[in-house]
């Protein structure tokens, strides 16, 4: 059965940095495109990144390109999130989500709450 | 304010049918069947109940139908049950600089 477990989340300064991990399991993690997906307490669904399989092509939304990165380890089957210069409106659930090749966001992890506050 | 357009609220006895739209525009919606919609329970993650307009994933009822008309795609839920009582999010491809878009949500409430 496939699982993505994500992890990292707390709480941080505004300016600061912080870094989600999602570890995934029970399918061939290189095959397939990732994505990032956050959603703010008590709101709606925001797409926040991409990642090809093999890392060659990553994609941002307007709103974090410029303070987020996300990257990938294949031979540790885990996708990352380093996000830097962080803002109160970051503030969200994170979500890791394993493509569906059909434009959709297929199969999520259970998510990790980053909370942005002084 | 989220870029595709839903409805707040929708409510259904069971039994009814009931449908949730979804209006973007001519970059998202309307130009690509790249539509998916979304069931999320309270502190859950969203589950995909539809893709590319009116594809169900394998193990979603049939009860769930998708359809789209121009820059307006619509979800459909059929012989409404307790369990479906569910917030819906719509979502699309664009052709904008952020590639993917979503709705603001819809919460249903089964009567």
């Known amino acids: 059965e496939m699982q993505l477990v994500e992890s990292g989340g707390g709480v941080v300064h505004p300016g600061g940095s912080r870094r989600l991990s999602c570890a995934a399991s029970?399918?061939?993690?290189?095959?397939?495109?990732m994505h990032w997906v956050r959603q703010p307490p008590g709101k709606g669904l925001e797409w926040v990144s991409r990642?090809?399989?093999?890392?060659?092509?990553?994609i941002y939304a307007d709103s974090v390109r410029g303070r987020f990165t996300i990257s990938r380890d294949n031979a540790k089957n885990t996708l990352y999130l380093q996000m830097n210069s962080l803002r109160v409106e970051d503030t969200a659930v994170y979500y890791c989500?394993?493509?569906?090749?059909?434009?959709?966001?297929?199969?999520w992890g259970q998510g990790t709450l980053v909370i942005v506050s002084s | 304010q989220s870029a595709l357009t839903q409805p707040a609220s929708v409510s259904g006895s069971p039994g009814q049918s009931i449908t949730i739209s979804c209006t973007g525009t001519s970059s998202d919606v309307g130009a690509y069947d790249h539509v998916s919609w979304y069931q999320q329970y309270p502190g859950k993650a969203p589950k995909l109940v539809i893709c590319e307009v009116s594809e169900r994933p394998s193990g979603v009822s049939n009860r769930f139908s998708g359809s789209k008309s121009g820059n307006t795609a619509s979800l459909t839920i059929s012989g409404l049950q307790a369990e479906d009582e569910a917030d819906y999010y719509c979502?699309?491809?664009?052709?904008?600089?952020?590639?993917?878009?979503f709705g603001g949500g819809t919460k249903l409430t089964v009567l």
């Open positions: 979502s699309s491809y664009t052709s904008t600089s952020t590639l993917w878009v």
């Open positions: 989500i394993r493509d569906g090749d059909r434009y959709d966001f297929r199969n």
């Open positions: 029970g399918f061939t993690f290189s095959n397939y495109w």
């Open positions: 990642i090809k399989g093999d890392a060659s092509h990553v």
